[in-house]
T-cell receptor, first 111, second 113 residues
């Protein structure tokens, strides 16, 4: 069974700093990988989707990379803002039908 | 911007009662999903649904659970006889196909007493 781990569990940074969130997975035979943010008590907001054939995807200040062979993905956030404070979840797609989620990284951006 | 909606936002029920959680997926999406998140734990896949059939289900999705698309817009999750351990946030998601993003609803918080 696919196991997804996110490190660190929590991160606190000053506003304006660039940061990297890490996601690792045990089975490299993935279909795709999606990053989400989750605000307290709320649903999941899609940030980026990377197909298994891709190496990276960019959206605004966010850049996600994928290295299937090493079982890793990173989410890079440039010039962090207080509004970026949330829990970031990595979800690894098995076959297009289901995701395996990590436990998330709780990010706090200090003004 | 189109979004997935879920009702109710919070449901409280007694153990052993049946509950139905409702979702309206994004209108042009063809694939539908239910996930749950027990407080403080990972989001877990329950079931995927396409073309009026279950595509895949997890070991959590036992005989107590069922899904249905009763009309052209709603997608429901029924729990026949709720247990205390069913207390969780239940998320509905939809996607246009299996290659694209899954979009999640705001969730229904189910509390079983």
């Amino acid at each position: 069974k696919q196991e997804v781990t996110q490190i660190p569990a929590a991160l606190s940074v000053p506003e304006g700093e660039n940061l990297v969130l890490n996601c690792s997975f045990t089975d490299s035979a993935i279909y795709n990988l999606q990053w989400f943010r989750q605000d307290p008590g709320k649903g999941l907001t899609s940030l980026l989707l990377i197909q298994s054939s891709q190496r990276e995807q960019t959206s605004g200040r966010l850049n996600a990379s994928l290295d299937k062979s090493s079982g890793r993905s990173t989410l890079y956030i440039a010039a962090s803002q207080p509004g970026d404070s949330a829990t970031y979840l990595c979800a690894v797609g098995k076959n297009g039908n289901q995701f395996y989620f990590g436990t998330g990284t709780s990010l706090t951006v200090i003004p | 911007e189109p979004e997935v909606t879920q009702t109710p936002s919070h449901q409280v029920t007694q153990m052993g009662q049946e509950v139905i959680l409702r979702c309206v997926p994004i209108s042009n999406h063809l694939y539908f999903y239910w996930y749950r998140q027990i407080l403080g734990q990972k989001v877990e896949f329950l079931v995927s649904f396409y073309n009026n059939e279950i595509s895949e289900k997890s070991e959590i999705f036992d005989d107590q659970f069922s899904v249905e698309r009763p009309d052209g817009s709603n997608f429901t999750l029924k729990i026949r006889s709720t247990k205390l351990e069913d207390s969780a946030m239940y998320f509905c998601a939809s996607s246009v196909d299996t290659y694209n993003e899954q979009f999640f609803g705001p969730g229904t918080r189910l509390t079983v007493l």
